[in-house]
Nanobody, 114 residues
Framework: QVQLVESGGGLVQAGGSLRLSCIVP????????MAWYRQAPGKQRETVAT???????TYISSVKGRFTISRDNAKNTVYLQMNSLKPEDAAIYYC????????WGRGTQVAISS
């Protein structure tokens, strides 16, 4: 059973930073484009950032310049460094393959105080 484990969320003041981590099974990590997603209450889950196996990254416009996605091959972990956080970034953050076909993990909650 594939299990994605996200961590690193918490409560932070607007303007602050958090780094999220996602441990990915090795057989998936090596070959697939991975992504971070987020879902705020009452909204659809959206793709925040993606990263390919050769480290090509993409971002939605609202986080460009503030978020950085990266991957550590030795630790089969995907990270999301989030800086200059805004209240609208508050959500539960998840990782998955770009095709969203893996079972979803529990996510990690990000809360922003203004």
């Amino acid at each position: 059973q594939v299990q994605l484990v996200e961590s690193g969320g918490g409560l932070v003041q607007a303007g602050g930073s958090l780094r999220l981590s996602c441990i990915v099974p090795r057989n998936i990590f090596d070959d697939d484009v991975m992504a971070w997603y987020r879902q705020a209450p009452g909204k659809q889950r959206e793709t925040v950032a993606t990263i390919s196996s050769d480290d090509f990254a993409t971002y939605i416009s609202s986080v460009k310049g503030r978020f950085t996605i990266s991957r550590d091959n030795a630790k089969n972990t995907v990270y999301l460094q989030m800086n200059s956080l805004k209240p609208e970034d508050a959500a539960i953050y998840y990782c998955n393959r770009l095709d969203r076909q893996l079972p979803w993990g529990r996510g990690t909650q990000v809360a922003i105080s203004s």
